[in-house]
Antibody, heavy 118, light 108 residues
Framework: QVQLQESGPGLVRPSETLSLTCTVSGGSISNYYWRWVRRPPGKRLEWIGYIHYSGSTTYNPSLKSRVTLSVDTSKNQFSLKLSSVTAADTGVYYC????????????WGQGTMVTVSS | EIVLTQSPGTLSLSPGERATLSCRASQSVSSSYLAWYQQRPGQAPRLLIYGASSRATGIPDRFSGSGSGTDFTLTISRLEPEDFAVYYCQQYGSSPVTFGPGTKVDIK
């Protein structure tokens, strides 16, 4: 079955760019929408943005100025870049897939902890 | 954005009992675009219900969702040991998608 796996640095310095990749295995990245979601410590889940396999994107307005999503269909991967990070960007980052025809998320990665600290 | 509130914060029950979880939205959720997720410690969230009442693939029929507008409910008819976890609601009828703070169902 389809599985998602996040990868990237667990520690990022303040003001630098957080970069994560989600690898899709067991299925194709094509024909789906793909999401990034995060959970800061002690806070609720927050949607970051989504990307279609075609490359079209939509971002959460609260993060829009700092977020870039991209997709590499040849590698079955999509990626997140979040610039100018602060301690408030610390948290567990998840990638997920949209259930077709909805914006509910039917498949999630295990999540990766990212800490912003000097 | 739509703010979701979940109650209670914690629900202490015994296996075999019925669990009723509430999710309330700050404004009407269009087309009942409301989902429920289960998250066990150290695991990713698992989609249980979408469209307020449709069970996701492989979800046992002891899980059911209901509601519309601003008030939604997740019911677990008879709690199994693996059901003790945290449950989140999510609305996807308006952008940005938002999540509730969660209800923890623990063993009494």
């Amino acid at each position: 079955q389809v599985q998602l796996q996040e990868s990237g640095p667990g520690l990022v310095r303040p003001s630098e760019t957080l970069s994560l990749t989600c690898t899709v295995s067991g299925g194709s990245i094509s024909n789906y929408y793909w999401r990034w979601v995060r959970r800061p410590p002690g806070k609720r889940l927050e949607w970051i943005g989504y990307i279609h396999y075609s490359g079209s994107t939509t971002y959460n307005p609260s993060l829009k100025s700092r977020v870039t999503l991209s997709v590499d269909t040849s590698k079955n991967q999509f990626s997140l870049k979040l610039s100018s990070v602060t301690a408030a960007d610390t948290g567990v980052y998840y990638c997920a897939r949209d259930l077709p025809g909805t914006s509910a998320f039917d498949i999630w990665g295990q999540g990766t902890m990212v800490t912003v600290s000097s | 954005e739509i703010v979701l509130t979940q109650s209670p914060g914690t629900l202490s029950l015994s296996p075999g009992e019925r669990a009723t979880l509430s999710c309330r939205a700050s404004q009407s959720v269009s087309s009942s675009y409301l989902a429920w997720y289960q998250q066990r410690p150290g695991q990713a969230p698992r989609l249980l219900i979408y469209g307020a009442s449709s069970r996701a693939t492989g979800i046992p029929d002891r899980f059911s969702g209901s509601g519309s507008g601003t008030d939604f409910t997740l019911t677990i008819s008879r709690l199994e040991p693996e059901d003790f976890a945290v449950y989140y609601c999510q609305q996807y009828g308006s952008s940005p998608v938002t999540f509730g703070p969660g209800t923890k169902v623990d063993i009494k």
